[in-house]
């Protein structure tokens, strides 16, 4: 049997599948469940299923620039060529991809991405382009938890100096020409060196006390779509540097990225995104040109066609794999062997007092997810609502596959139970005078890319120009980040001005 501390050190919350399927309960539960958000299913297992061979129909119109996938880096391309001739095809009915946001009551609360990190060059003014001021969050920023009662953060107590050892470590790298950073393209020999390595092999080497394994490898999970043995070094540095960093969110997160861009292309004229259209299949055409076959998701069985000068395929490389037709075989095979992970978030809103909690809550040892972060913790204190929170549950499946298959299952009410007894046990605080009255679900079934190691030489390698057809998904950059998005949209963007 395990003993407290190796769970909390090296197991715990992943040491089973996350998400554990309980037996059906006859009784409702005390909350209400929503309906599924997140991804839609069909259109992209239509496509799957066949679509993707079907000929394309005649062209019904032609366009100068044609982005698949309104995602932050396909939303990136539309608003830094706002004033060209443009049209964004999005799947689902709102753009934004994981970086949308929902709204109870009167506070917003995020389905995905949450916070960003870097206000650097280009970021810093992008988001002030945009017109979007990010604000810090207020400390404490994070604590973690270990479901006893009366237990304090560890990194405060026994873990201490083993934790002010990894700070420093990255404080170090950080200061180095050869930190691991995005862009990818500007990476050092020292720097590319390290993603050959999984990041639990370079925290051994670095002499980590293997006591916070498990913290970091929930962190990995959350934000890499793997623990850090399944990591890539590189990747896992770049993101670990934040535990030495302010970050920054907004209220509902990242989605107020997504929002901002559509409302500035909007300005610069109407109707250019298209929501409900699925792309099934990209071919050059004659004349430099290149064809879009795309469906609208609610009437899949017509099939329709675009001209474009510049296609610019912003969906992740595991689909745009599929649907590019004509290319190198060899890059074709590398995208769609790219692993993804699967995702749920819950959305647990509470009625009554809420809570003063930190921004982002680490359940060490939970089985049934990763973190919670406070909506409202992201807002200053006197934004806050008085009577009404949010949390937003983080939990990824170890297992991307068998996370898929059950998140295609459905069963709303058996992923919610084990969830909230959890989240009674970690954080009962948050129920001692308020009441959660309702609990919604998103699915995510493809939508990490997993940074395993070779990732960012793998990625640097592909080819992302098939002449007249340009990827810019966040993929490209081989870590899922807000800054991964920027930077491949400000390379398509690039490509398509020079002409
Ligand atoms: C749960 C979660 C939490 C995260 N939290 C953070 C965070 O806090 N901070 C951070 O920096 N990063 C975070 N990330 C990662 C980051 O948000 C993403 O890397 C980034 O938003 C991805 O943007 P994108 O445009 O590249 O891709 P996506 O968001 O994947 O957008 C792709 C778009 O393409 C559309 N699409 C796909 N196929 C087709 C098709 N065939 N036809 C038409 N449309 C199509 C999709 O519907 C989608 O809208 C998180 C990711 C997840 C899943």
């Not at 404490?140 to 100096?161: F, I």
């Not at 934000?223 to 399944?230: F, H, K, Q, R």
């Not at 559509?262 to 430099?288: D, K, N």
Request: aromatic share 8%; proline share 7%; net charge negative.
């Amino acid at each position: 049997m395990l003993t407290r501390r190796e769970a909390i050190a090296g197991f715990g919350a992943l040491g089973t599948q996350l998400i554990l399927p309980r037996a059906g309960s006859a009784q409702e539960p005390p909350y209400l469940l929503s309906e599924w958000t997140g991804d839609s299913f069909a259109p992209m297992h239509a496509i799957r299923d066949g679509l993707w061979r079907a000929p394309l129909p005649a062209p019904e119109r032609r366009v100068e620039v044609a982005i698949i996938g309104g995602g932050l880096a396909g939303l990136a391309v539309a608003t830094l060529l706002k004033d060209r001739d443009l049209l964004v095809l999005e799947r689902e009915s709102e753009p934004g991809g994981v970086a949308k946001s929902g709204r109870w009551r009167n506070v917003d609360y995020a389905l995905g991405s949450a916070y960003i990190v870097d206000l650097s060059e280009p970021f810093g003014a992008f988001y002030e382009m945009l017109g979007l001021g990010p604000r810090p969050v207020s400390d404490p920023v994070d604590r973690v938890m270990t479901g006893t009662a009366g237990e304090g953060d560890p990194r405060e107590g026994e873990w201490r100096s083993a934790y002010e050892d990894l700070k420093a470590l990255l404080r170090r790298l950080g200061e180095s020409r050869d930190f691991p950073k995005i862009p990818i393209a500007e990476a050092s020999q020292q720097a590319l060196a390290l993603d050959g390595l999984s990041l639990l092999d370079f925290l051994r080497r670095e002499h980590i006390d293997a006591r916070l394994l498990g913290l970091l490898d929930s962190y990995c999970l959350s934000a890499l779509g793997a623990p850090t043995a399944n990591i890539s070094a590189y990747a896992g540095v770049n993101f670990l540097s934040e535990i030495n960093t302010p970050i920054y969110a907004f209220p509902g997160g990242n989605a107020a990225i997504a929002r901002a861009m559509a409302a500035r292309l909007s300005q610069a004229g109407e109707g250019r995104v298209v929501t409900g259209a699925a792309v099934y299949a990209i071919e050059p055409a004659e004349g430099g040109y290149a064809r879009i076959g795309w469906f609208d998701v609610r009437n899949p069985e017509e099939l329709r066609c675009l001209e474009t000068r510049w296609a610019v395929v912003a969906a992740p490389y595991f689909f745009s794999g599929r649907i590019l037709r004509g290319v190198d075989p060899a890059a074709t095979a590398k995208m769609t062997s790219l692993r993804q992970g699967s995702y749920l978030v819950a959305n647990c809103c509470f009625e009554g007092p809420p809570t003063e909690l930190p921004y982002d809550n680490w359940a060490l040892g939970a089985q049934s997810f990763c973190d919670a972060v406070s909506g409202t913790a992201a807002l200053p204190s006197a934004e806050r609502p008085k009577d009404q929170s949010v949390l937003t549950v983080y939990a990824p499946f170890r297992d991307p596959r068998v996370g898929r298959e059950r998140l295609l299952a459905g069963d709303r009410a058996d992923f919610a139970a084990p969830i909230i007894e959890e989240l009674r046990r970690f954080l009962p605080e948050t129920f001692g005078g308020a009441r959660l009255t309702e609990v919604r679900l998103t699915r995510w079934g493809h939508h990490h890319l997993i940074a395993a190691p070779g990732i960012v030489t793998t990625m640097r390698a592909l080819p992302k120009r098939f002449g007249n057809v340009l990827l810019a998904h966040s993929d490209g950059q081989g870590m899922p980040a807000v800054e991964s998005a920027i930077v491949e949209a400000r390379n398509a963007v690039e490509i398509i001005k020079r002409g």
